[in-house]
């Protein structure tokens, strides 16, 4: 009894969107948090460099609230009329969280030219340090903890949202050297801190974009389907593999693909095989979440082999089916 176990996708879905839930949560109090804090730094030192800070870790803190939706949403699971399911909200808040960062790092931009055309004195550079600090280790702490369990649930969407606070993190540190620069002498530090930080927000618009919007598209990792086709082909009485799909619903993957067996096998054990097919394909493939097994006889796989010759019927002209 000991070697046996079972396999259930929708159970394994569903732990994973609560993962996926308690990671937003922890992270969206510790950002809030992180940016109440620089927020009244900023009233209290005027720094258009820790502003765009506090903007930045609010919009990351923010985006994570239709994130949290989207898995919500998600957890209904599939009906009679979205028979895949809802998990394609979690793309459509990925795609949100793109014009967050976008929006936020406009606003950004906006401040810190501002800054620079009509400038002002910075109070409590020390204050500006300490909260700069705080900022690092904040989205630094929040970053390690959604990029991991994003990758362990299969959610692009929530690793962007893992990078977008390490960025975070890395822009605090900017404020740091524009509160240096001010100490030393060079007023302009700070808006010039706060222009920088904008060039890593649109940098980020770009590398989130790229996450988000191929899965979007039904975009899907070739190692996926290299996994897919080497997994089928090793069980025994799969002479081929043909029509190698898969495409990410949310964080859940979907494959269909074609087996070649034997033409002698009768229809149970040609059943038995593609059984053992899918059984294998959701040990390589931890976020596989359904499997369609198309079984053809030997001499017939593949695509090519199932058009329909020309023919008539209903008074219809000759036609045909590819």
């Given at each position: 009894?000991?070697?046996?176990?079972?396999?259930?996708?929708?159970?394994?879905?569903?732990?994973?969107?609560?993962?996926?839930?308690?990671?937003?949560?922890?992270?969206?109090?510790v950002l809030?948090?992180?940016?109440?804090?620089?927020?009244?730094?900023?009233?209290?030192?005027?720094?258009?460099?820790?502003?765009a800070d506090?903007?930045?870790?609010?919009?990351?803190?923010?985006?994570?609230?239709?994130?949290?939706?989207?898995?919500?949403?998600?957890?209904?699971?599939?009906?009679?009329?979205?028979?895949?399911?809802?998990?394609?909200?979690?793309?459509?808040?990925?795609?949100?969280?793109?014009?967050?960062?976008?929006?936020?790092?406009?606003?950004?931009?906006?401040?810190?030219?501002?800054?620079?055309?009509?400038?002002?004195?910075?109070?409590?550079?020390?204050?500006?340090?300490?909260?700069?600090?705080?900022?690092?280790?904040?989205?630094?702490?929040?970053?390690?903890?959604?990029?991991?369990?994003?990758?362990?649930?299969?959610?692009?969407?929530?690793?962007?949202?893992?990078?977008?606070?390490?960025?975070?993190?890395?822009?605090?540190?900017?404020?740091?050297?524009?509160?240096?620069?001010?100490?030393?002498?060079?007023?302009?530090?700070?808006?010039?801190?706060?222009?920088?930080?904008?060039?890593?927000?649109?940098?980020?618009?770009?590398?989130?974009?790229?996450?988000?919007?191929?899965?979007?598209?039904?975009?899907?990792?070739?190692?996926?389907?290299?996994?897919?086709?080497?997994?089928?082909?090793?069980?025994?009485?799969?002479?081929?593999?043909?029509?190698?799909?898969?495409?990410?619903?949310?964080?859940?993957?979907?494959?269909?693909?074609?087996?070649?067996?034997?033409?002698?096998?009768?229809?149970?054990?040609?059943?038995?095989?593609?059984?053992?097919?899918?059984?294998?394909?959701?040990?390589?493939?931890?976020?596989?979440?359904?499997?369609?097994?198309?079984?053809?006889?030997?001499?017939?796989?593949?695509?090519?082999?199932?058009?329909?010759?020309?023919?008539?019927?209903?008074?219809?002209?000759?036609?045909?089916?590819?």
């Amino acid at each position: 009894m000991g070697g046996r176990h079972s396999h259930g996708p929708i159970d394994s879905k569903l732990a994973s969107t609560s993962r996926g839930l308690w990671a937003l949560s922890w992270s969206f109090f510790v950002l809030m948090a992180t940016a109440l804090v620089q927020a009244v730094m900023v009233v209290l030192s005027g720094s258009v460099g820790l502003l765009a800070d506090t903007i930045h870790n609010l919009a990351d803190a923010a985006t994570a609230i239709p994130l949290g939706v989207a898995f919500w949403i998600a957890r209904y699971g599939a009906s009679r009329r979205f028979t895949y399911g809802l998990g394609r909200v979690e793309d459509l808040a990925g795609l949100l969280i793109v014009l967050t960062v976008f929006a936020s790092g406009a606003v950004v931009v906006y401040e810190s030219v501002s800054r620079l055309i009509h400038p002002r004195p910075v109070q409590l550079l020390w204050g500006v340090v300490l909260a700069s600090l705080i900022g690092f280790a904040g989205n630094e702490a929040v970053a390690v903890f959604r990029i991991r369990v994003g990758r362990q649930i299969g959610s692009a969407a929530l690793v962007a949202d893992g990078y977008h606070a390490r960025v975070d993190g890395w822009t605090s540190l900017a404020v740091l050297v524009g509160a240096v620069g001010v100490w030393a002498g060079y007023p302009l530090a700070d808006p010039l801190a706060g222009l920088l930080i904008s060039l890593a927000i649109f940098a980020l618009v770009w590398q989130v974009a790229r996450s988000i919007l191929p899965r979007m598209l039904d975009g899907v990792e070739t190692t996926a389907l290299d996994t897919i086709a080497h997994a089928a082909c090793h069980v025994p009485g799969v002479e081929e593999v043909t029509h190698v799909r898969a495409r990410w619903i949310g964080h859940r993957l979907h494959a269909d693909l074609s087996i070649t067996v034997p033409a002698a096998l009768s229809v149970a054990e040609g059943h038995a095989v593609a059984k053992e097919v899918r059984h294998q394909l959701l040990h390589h493939l931890p976020h596989l979440e359904s499997v369609n097994v198309h079984v053809d006889p030997s001499g017939e796989g593949g695509e090519a082999h199932h058009g329909i010759a020309g023919h008539t019927h209903d008074g219809l002209p000759l036609h045909s089916h590819h």
